[in-house]
Each structure stands twice: as C-alpha cells, then as structure tokens.
C-alpha cells in the first residue's frame, strides 16, 4: 500500500469509452490508489453519459475512502476528436456526440477542474511519463480497444500534427479493395484488429453455424461478450478463436511493419482493452509478422512491447494532464 | 539567364538512379545552370557505375563551359541506405550495390569533395529549401519513380527517425494479401504505383494481348520505353494506358489518405520521374481519392500538390547538400 497521501493532492483520470467509463484516483506521484468502473450507456444521450462519468468519479473516490474536496483536477481522454482549449468533445462516433462541452458541465457539478484530450492522446502520455519514465525519444503507441488509435512521441514530445490529428493510425487501409469503414475509406486497420472487428467475425461465423466454447460460456447470442472471454476460451483450447485472434495479431504486425517502415521510432508499444486482454496470444505473432514485413534493418534495436500499464494506460495519461494542469503547464 | 558566377563557387548535384545517372551544376544561389544525364549501367558493376558517376559529372561541367576547379563540393542522393558520414552505399537493391565507398572513389578520382545521402532524403531537402523556401513546418514528400521513396519535415528538420530509416513509404503495405515484394511484405504501395509496376503492369498486359498505341509507338516488346511515352499515349487517346495510370494515381491516392491520417502534415508534395510526365492524368485522381479515404477533417487545409522541382528535385536536394557541408552545416 502508497503512504497516506496528502488530503488535497489527488487527481482524478477519466477514461471514457464507448463501452465503459473507468474513473482512478492518482496522488501527487502518479500511484494509482483506487479505480472505478461503469458501463457508458450512450443510448441515454449526452446528459445521461455525463452525469455517469460524474457518479463514476464520485464513487471512485469513495471507494478510496477519499473525498471530493481533496481533489486538485480531473483529466479526461474522450474516444474522438476535442477541442482541449474549451473541453469540448467535438465528435465522438461511438458515442453519438458533436460538439459536447463535457468538461464545463462536469466542471460545474463536480467544483473541480476539468480537462480534456483524445483518448490516444492521453494514453501515449500516460505510458510515455508513467510507465516509460520519459526515457526513449520517439515512440510510437497503438491502443487497440473497441477502435484503434494511435500516439506519437517525436523528439521526446507529444506530436500533434499541423492538423491536430496526427496518429489516426486506426484507419491505414491495409487492405485496397477491402469493407468500407465508417470513416469512408476501404480495408482500414480497425476493420480487422478492433475488438468491433473480432467480436463482429466471431458472430458473423456463429450465426452461419461455426462451434465455439463462447457459446457455451455465454449462450447462442454471445450478449455480453468481452476481450476476457476470448482469452478464456483460447486457454480451454477454441481453435476458431485462437485462429481469428492470431489473424487480428497478423494485421497489427503489419500495420506494425508500415508504421515503422515510415516512423522509425525507438519503440513500439501496445496497449488497450484487446492487448490487456489477448496479448499473450497476440504479442508473438505481432513481432514475428512486423519482422517478415518490415524493411531490412527496419527494425534492428526497435524495442516492440505490450504496455504493462494495459487498460489503465487511459486513466494514467488523464491524471498526467490533471496534474500538468494544475503545475501550469500543457501536457505534450 | 543567370549572371555569371563566381569562378568557385559552384556545387554539382548528382542524382543516382537505377536506371540513369543525372548530374546538375548549381551556382551559389542554387541557380541550375545545366545538366548531363547518361544510363547508369550497373549491370557493369561498381567500378563501371562510379566511373560512369565521375564521367557524367565533367561532361556536366563542361557543358556549362565550365571547370571542375571551380567545384566546390558535390552531393549525392544515392537509391538505398547510405552511411552519410563515411559516404558508403550501404544497400542498394536496384544496383546490386552493399557497401560500396562511392564518396571516396569519388573524391580521389575528381579531387574534389563528395557527399552522399539517401536520393529520397536528399530530393526532400531540395524540394524543401529551393522550392519551399523552409516556409510549411510540417511537410511529407512522396517521390515516385523506378521505386517510391518518402521525406519528412517535421518542425522545419528533416527527420530520420531513431533507427535513421523513416520515411520509408514505398514499403506501407495497401494489400495485406497482395503479391510478394522484394522487401519481404506483401501489396506495398511501391508495387502498384511506382514506374516499375506500371511498366510490368503494361507488358504482361501487352503478352496476354492487350492492344494500346505503345506498341506502335515502340514495337511490340516495348523497349525503351520511359513514362513519358505513357502520357503520349493517354494524350493519343489510349484508354488502357489512361486506366493503368488511373490505377495507380488511386493507389497513390490511398497512400496519402493514410499518411495523412498518420503524420497531419501540412503539405504534401508528390515528385519523382513519374509524377513528372505524368501529373496531369495522376494529380487530380490522387487528391480525389485522397479526399474521399482521410478521416472527415483530416485534410483541412493540407496542400496536396506536384512539385514544381520535379525530375530535378534529387539534383537539386543533392547540390543543398554539397552546399551545406562546404559551409560547416549539416543538412537536415
């Protein structure tokens, strides 16, 4: 257990995701003293979601046997573009939100600041200053959960982009002539590693009759299914999804390959929900597929790891923008 | 035409391809004040290509009316990677050549300083500084030839990458299940759009018996056949050299999608032989299918155009570099 911590030296990361809201409760330091979770709900509409993302932070800090008033900020990676300047979730497509000002609502009902980034974003920080202690200069993170995205770290900063949107690595095609995807390109990366993309196959295959343990676990209609229950069912020896994660851990190899074909970085590290989860079946095939198609050389001393922070990654790198906030400075 | 110049104060810049050897004789201000182009050869091997190098540089020179006491330095932008500090081709697949000393060879035969770069590096940094004016900070350049090759700007400096080999774009694999390149992956943009794809594409097309004007052009084996030949072809009304071309722009187009998607640049500058003589059919398919494949917003703003610089782009990057080495500054 951490030491007792000061009583006004928490921050507060939040992870909001299309499926689940995890809310952690950080000290100073950045240790990790006690996390919430909840489902999204984003069928409720935007005031269900927020008031959601409220009640998870609250009961976060419960859990801790903390209170609200020791909290110094609350950091907040959103799935989709924002504006961090307003804390306005510009568009978000798994949550059906445009132009949603989350952090002022959340600022006014929590009476503690409140700051926004792209979930990605907030992740690569979180992974890059926590769990990488800010070592390496250029790194490149892939987080593969209900989408996939991605973070760049170039000379030891966080890079943007003249866009602003720099690391959507989710939608390389991978393949030309393959499905359309919802951004409007073809055969993107998220459309054959994403758990929306495994989870989608794997139904796809059952409705047309295939056998599989899931079904036993979960019944015919696979509700409720999480990236867990692949590993178990691979641990209980499901050749059917052993073969579909194994051809998901060769898409991310050679989206792998690509990335540092083009990016040269230092390291590769791999992280959310789907490499929390699977990494043990995924992390070889990744790295054997990566070294068949990378240039020669390519990737000669690129360290390629799975993230040790996992599906925390996003909590940690909120609770790093809480804090630089708070200092006065703008994480990245 | 130019002013006179000082007796010496010229650079040569000289482009090594697989297939021809170009060489530019550059006053101070980067002024071109000729060229020389012969075949490279390298079926003679290293010997007869440096000789080749060192003959294309004195009938440049003498072109001009010049001398080469007057020669300062000369760059070399060379196909493959390159130890820019000992001047060594470290491998160049389209000559044959591993670890050949060629700045060396050079230097003792001409008596006058030379350096060597990457040709796709080397073509950046000339697009960049001459036709650029260093003005955009963020900047991608895609430079189609015999191969396809990539440059970054990032913050206003080239970038290399940890490993030193970034920029490798011809490699990003666009089929996951494509044919087999020499790299080692499969589907890589390189072969579908580059003038070698293109060109097999048209012969295997040619001995199954499909008809086009190039064969009248150029008989039935298509010898000699240059990429200009495929633009007096599409301008003579060839439909199926215009959909093959097409092709290829869509390929290209998906490249940038995805470049963009990954890098947010503010500009990219597509160069090399083919965007050369063939820009009018490829630019306007490329930004098109670029457009409709980049995330919604992606493109914002970000000029997609040729470069003006065209097939002189590695002389010209090269001469940059001949350039910065005489001043004590390292280019890039």
Redesign the interface.
């Given at each position: 257990m951490p030491e007792p911590v000061a009583k006004s030296d928490l921050f507060i990361g939040v992870d909001l995701g299309g499926t689940k809201i995890l809310a952690g409760v950080f000290d100073r330091q950045l240790n990790l003293l006690g996390s919430y979770k909840i489902s999204t709900k984003p069928q409720r509409g935007v005031d269900g979601v927020i008031e959601r993302i409220a009640r998870c932070v609250r009961d976060a800090v419960d859990e801790c046997d903390l209170e609200l008033s020791q909290v110094k900020g609350i950091g907040i990676g959103a799935p989709g573009?924002v504006d961090t300047e307003t804390g306005t979730v510009l568009?978000a497509p798994n949550l059906g939100w445009r132009d949603v000002g989350v952090a002022r609502e959340l600022t006014k009902d929590l009476k503690v600041p409140v700051h926004l980034e792209n979930d990605c974003t907030v992740s690569m920080q979180g992974v890059y200053e926590v769990e990488l202690q800010s070592g390496?200069?250029?790194v490149l993170g892939i987080f593969i959960g209900t989408g996939i995205g991605?973070g760049l770290i170039?000379?030891g900063k966080m890079?943007?982009?003249?866009?602003?949107?720099?690391?959507?690595?989710g939608?390389?095609?991978?393949?030309?002539?393959g499905p359309k995807c919802g951004?409007?390109?073809?055969?993107c990366f998220e459309a054959?590693a994403s758990r929306t993309a495994l989870f989608n196959r794997i139904r796809t295959a059952v409705k047309e009759g295939q056998s599989t343990l899931l079904t036993e676990m979960l019944g015919k209609d696979l509700e409720d299914l999480r990236s867990g229950d692949l590993r178990k069912a691979i641990r209980r020896g499901d050749k059917f999804i052993a073969k579909v994660v194994e051809e998901a851990a060769r898409?991310t190899g050679?989206a792998v390959?690509?990335?540092?074909?083009?990016?040269?970085?230092?390291m590769v590290v791999l992280g959310g929900g789907v490499m929390e989860a699977l990494s043990e079946s995924m992390l070889d095939v990744v790295i054997k597929t990566a070294r068949?198609?990378?240039?020669?050389?390519?990737?000669?001393?690129?360290d390629i790891r799975a993230s040790r922070l996992a599906d925390e990654a996003g909590i940690t790198g909120a609770a790093v923008l809480a804090r630089s906030r708070v200092k006065g400075e703008k994480a990245g």
């Open positions: 573009s568009f390496p200069k250029n991605g170039i000379d890079y943007h982009g003249f866009t602003g949107c720099a690391g959507e690595i939608h390389m095609v991978l393949d030309f002539n951004c409007g390109n073809r055969g054959f898409y050679a390959a690509n990335l540092v074909n083009i990016l040269g970085p230092e068949e198609r990378a240039m020669p050389g390519a990737l000669k001393g690129v």
